[in-house]
């Protein structure tokens, strides 16, 4: 069973900057892919970003690309999520989320954490 602690959410302005970060335990951390989810209360969760087992595959949702950018440290057991250019729409529980199989994928997730709750307002 694997266990996935988020980090790192908080209240930040408009235009400014985050880190989040997951820490895995059990389970084999390197054999999975990763992703980070959000969902606003009311809305669908959305898939944000994801990594594959070895890093070298990442997938991002177009609302995020070129603002967010999502890295593993296997030796760590961490995933991270660097937020950049935060907007308003962006606020949303962040959740960290491990595949089985190690595959890049956008869906079926076997594993979640609790989520860290981030919000961009001045």
């Known amino acids: 069973q694997v266990q996935l602690v988020e980090s790192g959410g908080g209240l930040v302005q408009p235009g400014g900057n985050l880190r989040l970060s997951c820490a895995a335990s059990g389970g084999t951390f390197r054999s999975y892919a990763l992703g980070w989810f959000r969902q606003d209360p009311g809305k669908e969760r959305e898939f944000v970003a994801g990594i594959s087992w070895t890093g070298k595959n990442t997938d991002y949702a177009d609302s995020v690309k070129g603002r967010f950018t999502i890295a593993r440290d296997n030796a760590k057991n961490t995933v991270y999520l660097e937020m950049n250019s935060l907007k308003p729409e962006d606020t949303a529980v962040y959740h960290c989320?491990?595949?089985?199989?190690?595959?890049?994928?956008?869906?079926?997730?076997?594993?979640w954490g609790q989520g860290t709750q981030v919000t961009v307002s001045s």
């Open positions: 989320a491990a595949k089985v199989g190690g595959r890049l994928s956008k869906i079926d997730y076997d594993y």
